[in-house]
């Protein structure tokens, strides 16, 4: 019997997809990476009885990078990433195994049927699944097709069924387009980035952001926001002038009336129609119109405007938003959540569709009259021709979804209603009227039928007090007229809203790329949302774009970026040559870049020092050089680092915690003073000498170590006098003695965040010279308080192994460190040498009850 490979883009999606194909009747299990599933089942395909097997990826299975050497930003020249870098595909996530654990499953598979997400990333996810599994799969016939497609919009029954029964091929060109991409971003990205970071942070210490990015699509997303706030810091307030009329019939209250010049910038001017006006004691009706209106229906819901709604009217996030639609999507609540489509396709089941919603007391009144009615026709909108628009797939409540996936749901199904509802028509009503020679306005509008906004009542017509019955000639009573002085205003900060409908008006980003642009200028402190999720610019996010703008506009503009899109596009459509839209692309900013480079110190640099302090005048005296025994000043602002302003040279200390001196105490190699950190009173703590931490002293460290990993074999800080033995939970590290903790004494391991806390209130621990024999681990020598010992006799002094002693046991407790994670710039997060403490390590053989002994504290 054959076998039948499938892959889908989550393991969500695979188990929702093989429960519809098999009919409920799968086994299921583990894969060997322990995050995806696979389940089997035999069935038809292609005419013959096969094996199926689906599992899933989780995402992109590969991710662009260069290869190892030129991801050292300081002995990489930026300039070389355009061109000179050569890349390489590696694993988006290493730790998953996901290309061995596809190959596992691949291996001896007859056809291989692909189940990605249908949008352009999907196409190039199904090329890395490919690159993965043909290898090892059974060679076909010489013309037998083995690679399929599946194309759906929704898990459903009928589309998945739909799918199976009309398999394509996965479409190159879109997948290449995609790399394109990747490819642009990459290099742009990281030699722009790479720059200007090391630039800035090297000369202002205040600055605080511990990455100063640039995107090709990010900066013209920040350029919008920038550009608004620079329109509210020059807008100068104008005063004018209005006539504000109030008159009645009668016993009617009074009715306030709009001026029909409706404004004037001269006081006088003003005055003087004020004047002519006070002639009159009456206002005259010169005409009353009544004229029937409509609010129309909505279009069909595309990705944008539900990533709109979600920002302005739920006031959720863009990314939020999509990361909830992806998941109603992968539950099968709702249809694929990234389209561009406005319009239903002619085969669309509306009807289906409405009536799941039949049942759900929300709206089940509307939708009932709908159906017993008739729909009525969905407006026309634009056919992108990817998928159709975002539409409810089945009923669902609160309780299923949770909270914020109920209010995105609960948007989408009205939305939905509301396409195949009737328009809303109202009456508009007008009385004009003259009073002197000034003539002035009232309106009203009075619902006629509620129509869409039955379902959507935030857009419905508001009750207004109705317009007392007149006719033209009738009189109403001049209660006063006045001369009211008012200001031109500025205009508001970009809403999320806003900024996205200025990004997909001017081809910035794609529907599914959008969020993650506003994310990271977000996260990269370049603007923060503040109250109605308005963007308000950070003062280094209005810095950089108008340095962009006096050394290059282009780099900020949005024009360049949309003709690269138009140019991606025509990859995706086969009608442009991959190499060349690249290269074409890579050329034009490989100059922008080195005009940029040219030019920074004269036009940047300006702008900079108006808002940032020089790095030698920022900081707080912390700890001496070891090599012009002056004061180095530390600097909090992201990344901290401590400045030697006397030698010019700036040294890395560890983020996301606190630095303080250590003892006054000093590196024997080098003579730098010590410093101290910690991620706090719960975390973990240790000692390091700037220098070494810049610097590695020994060929088996890496940059970015402290005291606790450092090989020094005599050194009365380093790892070899403080270590104890390995870590229990991690393989590469080494618990090492806290010398400083006390009396609250712990161990903490030097790669993980395992803390391990013993022997509270002892007055002394030290690590001994000497080893246990059972697990080879250093002995410790602990000298407790004579009122608190735990000793037998009152002892106070006992030497032992913390993981076999069993006079130490019940003085041992294993925790997790209250930590932080930290951004490691360049190619990765870094990763410590093996470390050893003392040269020595417990035998891996050390008896079982010693290590559950210890693991029994696991808190």
Known sequence: MRTVLMVAEK?????????????????????????????????????????????????????LDF?????????????????????????????????????????????????????????NICFEVLDAVQPVMNKGGVREQTVFRAKFSSITDTDIWNAMNRLGEPNRNEALSVDARQELDLRIGCAFTRFQTKYFQGKYGNLDSSLISFGPCQTPTLGFCVERHDKIQSFKPETYWILQAKVFKGKDSPLTLDWSRVRVFDREVGQMFVNLAKTSKEAKVEAVSQKEKTKQRPQALNTVEMLRVGSSALGMGPQHTMQIAERLYTQGYISYPRTETT???????????????????????????????????????????????????????????????????????RHFIATVSQDCRYLQTTIEFSIGTERFSCGGKTPISAGYTALMPWQGVPLEEALPTCQPGDAFTVDEIRLVERQTGP??????????????????????????????????????????????????????VHGYYKIDAELVLP??????????????????????????????????????????????????????????ATGKPLSRCGKCHRFMKYIQAKPSRLHCSHCDETYNVPQNGAIKLY????????????????????????????????????????????????????????????????????????????????????????????VVHFFEHAHKVQVSQDSCEVCDASLVMVDFNKARTPLPGGETQHT??????????????????????????????????????????????????????LAAYFV
């Not at 595909?89 to 997400?117: H, T």
């Not at 634009?382 to 209010?407: K, V």
């Not at 294993?814 to 093996?834: I, P, S, V, W």
């Open 67 to 123: 290869i190892g050497k030129y991801n050292n930003w300081d002995k990489v020249d930026p300039a070389e990433l355009f061109s000179k870098a050569p890349t390489e595909k590696k694993e988006a996530n290493p730790k998953l195994n996901m290309v061995k654990f596809l190959q596992v499953e691949a291996r001896g598979c007859d056809f291989v049927v692909l189940w990605l997400d249908c949008d352009k990333e999907g196409e």
């Open 343 to 413: 319009q239903y396709p002619e085969n669309f089941d509306l009807k289906g569709t409405l009536r799941q919603q039949a049942n759900c007391p929300m709206w089940a009144e509307e939708v009932k009259a709908l159906l017993s009615a008739g729909l009525n026709r969905p407006r026309k909108g634009s056919d992108a021709g990817d998928h159709p628009p975002i539409t409810p797939m089945r009923a669902a409540s609160e309780g299923e979804l949770g909270s914020d996936g109920w209010r995105l749901y609960e948007y989408i199904t």
């Open 663 to 754: 003892k006054e105490l000093r590196c024997p190699l080098d003579d730098f003073e010590l410093v101290l950190w910690t991620s706090g009173a719960r975390g973990k703590s240790y000692p390091l000498c700037p220098y070494c931490f810049s610097n590695p002293p020994f060929r088996d460290m890496k940059k970015g170590m402290g005291c606790n990993e450092c090989t020094h074999p005599s050194c009365q800080h380093s790892l070899s006098a403080l270590g104890i033995g390995q870590c229990v939970e991690c393989d590469s590290g080494v618990l090492v003695l806290d010398p400083t903790s006390g009396p609250k004494w712990r161990m903490a391991c030097n790669k993980c965040n395992v």
């Open 800 to 853: 032992g192994c913390v993981f076999c002693d069993p006079l130490f046991q019940d003085a041992v407790e294993l925790k997790h460190a209250t930590m932080r994670r930290t951004a490691h710039r360049g190619g990765g997060a870094r990763r410590g040498g093996r470390g050893r403490g003392r040269g020595r390590r417990p035998n891996p053989k050390k008896p079982k009850d010693k290590m559950a002994a």
């Open 11 to 63: 393991p969500s999606l695979a188990q929702s997809i093989a429960r519809i194909l098999s009919k409920g009747r799968c086994t299921s299990r583990k894969g060997l990476n322990g995050a995806c599933s696979v389940h089997e089942y035999t069935g038809s395909f292609q005419g013959q009885s096969v094996r199926f097997k689906m599992t899933s990826v989780c995402g992109h299975v590969m991710s």
């Open 491 to 544: 205009p508001d900060y970009l809403t999320e809203a806003e900024l996205i409908t200025l990004m997909e008006k001017h081809g910035i980003g794609t529907d599914a790329s959008i969020p993650v642009h506003i994310n990271n200028i977000c996260q990269r402190n370049y603007v923060t949302v503040e109250t109605g999720r308005r963007l308000k610019p950070t003062n280094l996010g209005v810095v950089l």
């Open 559 to 616: 024009t360049i970026r949309s003709a690269v899109e138009k140019q991606l596009s025509l990859i995706a459509l086969g009608k442009a040559n991959f190499q060349q839209v690249l290269q074409h692309a890579l050329d034009i900013f490989r100059r922008k870049f080195h005009y940029f480079v040219d030019s920074i110190i004269r036009k940047q640099t300006e702008l900079m020092e108006v808002s940032f302090s020089p790095i030698a």
